[in-house]
């Protein structure tokens, strides 16, 4: 039987997503196997922000094996629990997107239905009160699980703020090791063959390398996907209407919080992103509402320590590619498409493409049903991430600019408006199971955003109140407890992983 496996696959592009995809592939497919290639240009260089991630990153960093104190330590990374949204649902607003679990589930309710009750009794104090990682944040606190039983403190869900240029070494570092030949070059022509697969892309120095499988990671302009493919964009912009950020590091303005800051303005919001040796800020704005110069002065007001360097503007615009995988080619990060990290999930969609990737990982055949199923589960995870984000800019009290009376009245996807309704009613979120975030997530984001339910789930009411009151007294106890444990987040990095 003729031999059907992909022999060489050439990656082009070196940044977070090209280093990300060479980092497993090397370390899933034997070198004496598969060639892995990886083709990128210093002279165009790489988009250098992408520094808050989500829990899931464990997963990926599982995949490949790596040491994850090192890890911290050579990206200048910190330790994130949250996220602080703030002036989000009106000025002078603030809740936190937490990871991990909000107090503890009873008789197969989830907690803040029991919570809902309390509160609208006026017997049950704030959600961070029952919730350990916003807790720990108000504290600056953080530590890994441990074995603790029942505690709180053995189910601790982290991510990281990492720097994007360290981490893109990193990841090169691992994936030479491993095998990964690493070409420096510009892609400046691409062959296709007769069945319009691409055969072979050849560089400025006149240099040609072939492959049986091509993965594209050049960036926005999606150098095969879209400029030698011509795959097609589908534009999300009348729901996520922001085009361009501006950003510039600062100075670290005493020891980093261990979660990720956004701030709603008048045109956007501003992100603040703690490292171990500076701050990470941008300001993503809507260029209709507020002009380069004017989103550059806000971001510099908004600075809580000395400037590191000129502010950078980027443009873009939100969507995705109308598929992700196109003959043999497969987009992936910014050339697969984008959306604004509202909740850091640029860098979780490049681990989910991989770890699709490998479930319907090719032959030669490069077998269409399999294309075509990899396209639909991620069609359906961009969607709901981007319901998602749509949700936190809908969903406002806002009325103090253009820009936010236009996100207040704009139409959203029915999908969306179906969640937002059964919340409306008693608390449930009408959630998929393979969707990305969680009934907590929307919770948390639905009610921070000022979405109060009329009701809660109705098994709640066969709790007795006065067990019920006691419980809750309990749990936020524990909290408390828990919290006082843990060592500050800068302790926890000095002993662990300090750069
Ligand atoms: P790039 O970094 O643009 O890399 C493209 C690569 O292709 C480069 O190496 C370039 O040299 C190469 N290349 C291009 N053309 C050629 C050519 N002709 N020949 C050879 N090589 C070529 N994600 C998160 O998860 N969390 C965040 O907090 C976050 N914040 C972000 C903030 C902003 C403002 C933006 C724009 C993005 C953010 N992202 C975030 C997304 C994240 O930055 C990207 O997903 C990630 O960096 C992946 O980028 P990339 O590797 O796809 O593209």
């Not at 090192?70 to 990871?99: E, M, P």
């Not at 701030?263 to 800020?281: D, E, F």
């Not at 196109?326 to 990290?341: Q, W, Y």
Request: charged share 25%; with cysteine.
């Amino acid at each position: 039987m003729k031999d059907k496996r992909i022999r060489k696959i050439i990656i082009v592009g070196g940044g977070t997503a090209g280093y990300m995809a060479a980092a497993a592939l090397t370390k899933v497919l034997s070198k004496d196997n598969c060639q892995v290639k990886l083709i990128e240009s210093e002279q165009i260089g790489t988009v250098g922000v992408g520094e808050a991630t989500i829990p899931q990153i464990q997963l990926y960093n599982k995949l490949i094996g790596l040491d994850e104190n090192d890890f911290v330590r050579k990206t200048k990374a910190t330790f994130k629990l949250a996220i602080q949204f703030c002036d989000w649902n009106k000025i002078g607003s603030s809740y936190y997107h937490a990871f991990g679990d909000v107090g503890k589930d009873m008789e197969g309710v989830q907690f803040y239905h029991y919570w809902l009750k309390m509160r609208q009794l006026g017997k049950a104090s704030g959600i961070d009160d029952y919730t350990l990682s916003s807790t720990a944040c108000e504290q600056q606190k953080f530590m890994r699980s441990i074995d603790a039983g029942n505690s709180p403190l053995s189910n601790i869900a982290y991510a990281f703020h990492f720097d994007a240029g360290l981490y893109a070494l990193y990841l090169r570092e691992l994936s030479e090791k491993a095998g990964l030949v690493r070409v420096e070059g510009k892609v400046v022509t691409t062959q296709l063959q007769e069945n319009g697969h691409v055969e072979s892309v050849t560089l400025e120095n006149g240099d040609t390398h072939e492959a049986d499988f091509f993965i594209d990671c050049s960036g926005f302009r999606g150098l095969l996907i879209e400029e030698a493919l011509h795959t097609g964009y589908d534009d999300w912009s009348e729901w996520l209407p922001c085009d361009s950020a501006v950003t510039a590091p600062s100075e670290n303005a005493g020891s980093p919080i261990p979660y990720t800051r956004s701030t709603a303005k008048k045109a956007g919001w501003q992100w603040r992103i703690p490292l171990q040796h500076r701050i990470g800020n941008g300001y993503v704005y809507c260029s209709k509402y507020t002009s380069d110069q004017e989103a550059k002065q806000t971001l510099l007001d908004g600075l809580d320590g000395k400037l590191l360097a000129e502010p950078r503007v980027i443009r873009f615009k939100t969507g995705k590619r109308k598929q992700f995988w196109n003959k043999n080619v497969l987009a992936l990060g910014l050339a697969a498409g984008f959306m604004e990290p509202l909740e850091s999930t640029s860098i979780h969609l490049v681990q989910a493409a991989l770890s699709k990737l490998f479930t319907f990982f090719p032959t030669l055949s490069f077998d269409q049903v399999d294309i075509d199923e990899y396209n639909r589960q991620s069609e359906f995870e961009w969607q709901r991430i981007r319901d998602f984000l749509i949700l936190h800019y809908h969903a406002t009290e806002r009325d103090d600019s253009d820009f936010w009376l236009h996100c207040r009245n704009m139409p959203i996807p029915p999908e969306l408006t179906h969640k937002i309704e059964q919340f409306k009613r008693n608390g449930r979120v009408a959630r998929n199971d393979n969707e990305m975030f969680n009934d907590l997530s929307w919770f948390e984001v639905m009610y921070g955003q000022g979405i109060i339910p009329d009701s809660y789930h109705a098994l709640v009411d066969n709790f007795p109140e006065d067990e019920l009151e006691r419980r809750l007294q309990g749990i936020k106890k524990v909290m408390v407890n828990s919290v006082d444990y843990m060592p500050s987040h800068q302790a926890f990095i000095d002993k662990n992983c300090k750069a």
